[in-house]
Nanobody, 121 residues
Framework: QVQLVESGGGLVQPGGSLRLSCTAS????????MGWYRQAPGKERELVAS???????NYADSVKGRFAISRDGAANTVFLQMNSLKPEDTAVYYC???????????????WGQGTQVTVSS
């Protein structure tokens, strides 16, 4: 019913920048919260940043001041601008959304397929 499609990952040198995008599509009535998580090899998935109604944002301490999350509500799209990237930012980045489905008004937790971000010289 609802799909999330991510784009924008890749290989970048330390200190570089990348911008991730994620668009939700399907039977969407509204989206409460959208966010980005990441999972590095051998580690648990962790929250990177989230944004909810009213453009209230939340960031992991490790990315504060370097990453910025934003949202285009009309397009059901969330962005993650990543600056001053470090090797420890290397991970698969997953988009997440809490979606109210238009047909049933049920609240669904949806994930994207993930996009690889590699920071290396």
């Amino acid at each position: 019913q609802v799909q999330l499609v991510e784009s924008g990952g890749g290989l970048v040198q330390p200190g570089g920048s990348l911008r991730l995008s994620c668009t939700a599509s399907g039977s969407i009535f509204s989206i409460n919260t959208m966010g980005w998580y990441r999972q590095a090899p051998g580690k648990e998935r962790e929250l990177v940043a989230s944004i909810k109604s009213g453009d209230i944002t939340n960031y992991a301490d490790s990315v504060k001041g370097r990453f910025a999350i934003s949202r285009d509500g009309a397009a059901n799209t969330v962005f993650l601008q990543m600056n001053s990237l470090k090797p420890e930012d290397t991970a698969v980045y997953y988009c997440n959304a809490l979606v109210v489905v238009s047909s049933t008004y049920a609240l669904l937790d949806r994930w994207g397929q993930g996009t690889q971000v590699t920071v290396s010289s």
